[in-house]
């Protein structure tokens, strides 16, 4: 899980807010994928491990508006050594093999609470989403995709990350309900 702190300035006044997403780690010198949306225009990173451990300090390494992702890192002094052998580096797989009905899981950090798991199929690839920021080429997966997964990997049945989880179809006004849209930048791509 990732937690950011926002800090923005209104006329004079200050508010800061945080907001919720997720990574996954992809190297052994602690660096981890997101989204860029979870860490633009934050003031502090906090990382939280599975096992209720929580790096206070993140530091943003590179992102990519116009792909929504992002690099961050931890230094590895900042964890202790259970942590350090209880965390793993994410294997990554190839998405350009996955298709429409191969099965999928989503990890994340859905709206903050800690780690969830869901599951689904991946429901179509080479979807077209435009963001706040971009236009992405994504998957798309009827596995939940909720506020806080952003950033998270959705996996192949091999454990293989093949999607950065990123956006979720949602209605609103007098649209018809809208579920089991979720998506996924295809890691082919992001790497």
Known sequence: GITTTITTNFWGFQSTSS??????????????????HVVADTTSLTVSFTNDITVEKAYVKGTSSDNDIA????????????TLDYIKIASLGDSDAMKV???VIAIGNALGYGQSVTVGYISAKDREITTEDATLNVMQTDAAINGGNSG???????????GINVAKSSSSGSEATVEGMGYAIPISEAK
């Open 71 to 82: 690099v961050v890192a931890i230094l590895l002094a900042d964890i202790d050594n259970d």
């Open 19 to 36: 907001a919720s997403g997720s990574g996954f780690i992809v190297s052994p010198d602690g660096y981890i994928v997101t989204n860029n």
């Open 101 to 103: 009905g191969d099965g």
């Open 152 to 162: 998270g990997a959705l996996l192949n049945m091999s454990g293989q990350v093949i």
